[in-house]
């Protein structure tokens, strides 16, 4: 699955892409 995060998440934006990329292609953009 590809997962989008986009930007003002602040810190919880890295936790997430952090635990999610380990099963799941991220895209982070702002």
Same mark, same amino acid.
């Given at each position: *699955?590809?997962?989008? #995060? #986009?930007? /003002?998440? /602040?810190? *919880?934006?890295?936790g997430?892409?952090?635990?999610?990329?380990q099963?799941?292609?991220? #895209?982070?953009?702002?």
């Amino acid at each position: *699955m590809k997962v989008g #995060i #986009i930007g /003002g998440t /602040g810190g *919880m934006g890295k936790g997430f892409a952090l635990r999610w990329a380990q099963n799941h292609d991220i #895209i982070i953009g702002s």
